[in-house]
């Protein structure tokens, strides 16, 4: 057997090529990997041993638990044509790690390889075929017998034998490891067409043999660092602090969770409803423009809300949400709401800014961080803001939607309704505000320390400064805020609405887009500050 200095599995079977001395099933097997690699849909790759340790931990699963995993593998999706998976054993694999009763002739298993084909089929219909391949210390191997997988009654994956070789030609060892060879491949699967859990990789020019070697799956960040119990380690050096960013970063954590076999469930429909929920919780998120108040607007805020009543009907009267979708937080203050820190999604009933609105809000304490499962299942307090009829409270909760073992009266709706009131008055107010952008050292460091994992960077920072001891002097028509930006030099971004006068008339302006894409697409936080705050948020 010719061998070529570090040259992949899959470049060595096929210079090899058939030989005369080996079973009529290798050379059989060979020739279906022949001519798999020269069809114009055929994908070779190799596998990083972290992700056969993800695949590992799906097959040591118990039977239901993993098959619920298997049902949820999209192979049509994963394999259009043929596709060739290559791997190093770890360490050079003995026969009692192989799962070997006797020693094999070739000694020690080094590689193997899985050529995985589609079959004639579609929809629920489509079956593929799996073909193992391995090398040895001295030889080149395959598998006497081809696994089908085929989708049982539209619904969950089987492994059965295929049929070209008839059963009852087969050994009792041989029969006893199909259902392991086939679960050993369905895990791979499963974990390679987890979007969250894996990624490919450019091949290298192997320098010493002249190779270029196959292009790789390896698992993605974060999962490449790992506790004792599977899940990602994020270091305090690449969080922000902020609710918003702590949920994003928690639904992609958790979703890998899912994809993984880590969270359990009962049936592979709960298993893509949980799926569906959290990918549809963190696209609510990414749609919201987030705003964080600062500690002295919030106290502003808890302030008015406390002392103020004449204005408030008045304030109700000229109220809007400053975009469609928003997401506030805020900490430290008596808004009526237990906790101590708090993060809100909230929305505007038909997109109607000036109009009703819902939303969700999320308590936690100070050192507490808010748990995924406490949005994915919405244990927040879900609350209706009215704006139109001022016959009715601003702010009710539903007690129908409190979670459970919440008390209502813990809840002042009507003290929370003013300080909302307050906070929304102070960001559509021109005159109060001002708009600027600040990276602060935090998110520059955890930013840095997010590229090097491969994590998604955390959103630029714009802060809204309320200019509540500092009002501009009237005409003089200066900015506080760094001076004019030219014309022309803006990128394209949203604006929020607000409240101006224009020709001695108050008038409101509606969100609208601003600048041009041929500067780029600006998507930033907002940092809501009073005038003369130095903390970073």
């Not at 919030?298 to 979708?325: D, H, N, W, Y």
Request: net charge neutral; glycine share 8%; charged share 25%.
């Amino acid at each position: 057997m010719a061998r070529r200095h570090n040259a992949p599995l899959l470049v060595e079977l096929l210079a090899n090529g058939i030989d005369p001395l080996a079973p009529g099933s290798y050379n059989r097997s060979l020739m279906l990997l022949s001519d798999a690699a020269h069809s114009a849909l055929f994908k070779s790759l190799s596998v990083a041993p972290s992700v056969l340790t993800a695949a590992n931990c799906i097959l040591q699963l118990g039977e239901q638990p993993r098959q619920i995993v298997f049902d949820a593998i999209d192979l049509a999706a994963l394999i259009d044509g043929a596709l060739w998976l290559e791997f190093d054993m770890p360490n050079g694999c003995d026969a009692s790690e192989a799962g070997e009763t006797v020693s094999q002739p070739g000694g020690r298993l080094l590689r193997e390889g899985w050529l995985i084909t589609k079959e004639v089929g579609s929809g629920s219909n489509v079956s593929f075929t799996a073909c193992r391949f391995g090398e040895r210390e001295t030889a080149f191997e395959a598998e006497r017998f081809i696994i089908r997988i085929v989708r049982q009654l539209g619904v969950r994956y089987g492994v059965v034998v295929d049929p070209v070789l008839d059963s009852t030609k087969l050994s009792p060892e041989e029969k006893a490891a199909v259902p392991e060879l086939g679960a050993g491949i369905l895990s791979l699967l499963a974990v390679l067409g987890a979007p969250r859990l894996t990624e490919i990789v450019d091949a290298k020019l192997d320098r010493r043999g002249g190779l270029t070697r196959l292009r790789e799956y390896r698992m993605a960040s974060p999962w490449t660092d790992l506790d004792r119990n599977g899940v990602p380690m994020l270091p305090r050096a690449v969080r922000s602090g902020l609710l918003y960013d702590e949920l994003m970063d928690s639904f992609d954590l958790n979703e890998g969770l899912i994809w993984s076999g880590r969270s359990l469930f009962n049936s592979a429909e709960e298993r893509l409803r949980a799926l569906e929920v959290t990918a549809g919780r963190r696209d609510m998120l990414k749609a919201a423009e987030p705003f964080v108040l600062g500690a002295s607007v919030a106290e502003s805020a808890a302030i008015v809300a406390a002392e103020e009543r004449t204005g408030m009907e008045e304030a109700r009267r000229q109220l809007a949400l400053p975009f469609p979708r928003a997401w506030l937080e805020w900490q430290g203050v008596e808004c009526g709401l237990p906790g101590q820190r708090w993060g809100m999604f909230i929305e505007a009933l038909d997109e109607n800014v000036r109009g009703d609105a819902r939303g969700i809000i999320f308590p936690a304490r100070l050192l507490e961080r808010l748990e995924w499962e406490d949005i994915t299942r919405l244990k927040g307090f879900c609350f209706l803001l009215r704006i139109s009829n001022p016959d009715e409270p601003i702010v009710s909760f539903p007690e129908a939607y409190l979670p459970a073992g919440v008390d209502p009266a813990s809840i002042d709706q009507h003290l929370f309704g003013r300080f909302i009131l307050a906070v929304l008055t102070f960001l559509t107010q021109p005159r109060m505000t001002e708009t600027r952008v600040r990276e602060h050292p935090e998110r520059v460091r955890s930013n840095r320390v997010r590229a090097e994992r491969r994590l998604a960077p955390l959103g630029t920072v714009r802060e809204i400064r309320l200019l509540i001891d500092e009002p501009p002097s009237s005409g003089s028509g200066a900015r506080t805020g760094g001076g004019p930006v030219q014309s022309g030099t803006m990128p394209r971004h949203q604006v929020r609405a607000f409240w101006r006068y224009r020709m001695g008339k108050l008038e409101f302006v509606r969100p609208h887009w601003r600048g041009s894409e041929a500067n780029g697409i600006s998507r930033r936080r907002y940092l809501v500050m009073q005038g003369g705050d130095q903390r970073a948020a």
